[in-house]
């Protein structure tokens, strides 16, 4: 059984920094794109950075020039590192993998959600 598990996150201040990681762990035979995404309350899920194993990355233009996404392939984990934090970037943050379980079968898997909280 595959599972995503995320850390880091919790409260910071406008203009601050937090590191998010998800660390994945089971039945793997290969991870393809990792990525984060996020909800605020009353707002759908939407995309804020994605990575291939070849880590070419992607970012959502909120996300461009204050977020960088980077993973660990030996670790299976990805990180999403957020500096200059605002306060519109409050929302729980969850990590996504495309995940191999076997020569022919690939699932996607969602970590278990992390609150982001910024203060003024």
């Known amino acids: 059984q595959v599972q995503l598990v995320e850390s880091g996150g919790g409260l910071a201040q406008a203009g601050g920094s937090l590191r998010l990681s998800c660390a994945a762990s089971g039945s793997i035979f290969n991870i393809n794109p990792m990525g984060w995404y996020r909800q605020a309350p009353g707002n759908q899920r939407e995309l804020v950075a994605t990575i291939t194993k070849g880590t070419t990355t992607t970012y959502a233009d909120s996300a461009k020039g204050r977020f960088t996404i980077s993973r660990d392939n030996a670790k299976n984990t990805v990180y999403l590192q957020m500096n200059s934090l605002k306060h519109e970037d409050k929302a729980v943050y969850y990590c996504?993998?495309?995940?191999?379980?076997?020569?022919?079968?690939?699932?996607?898997?969602w970590g278990q959600g992390n609150q982001v909280t910024v203060s003024a």
């Open positions: 996504a993998a495309n995940i191999a379980i076997g020569t022919w079968v690939t699932r996607n898997y």
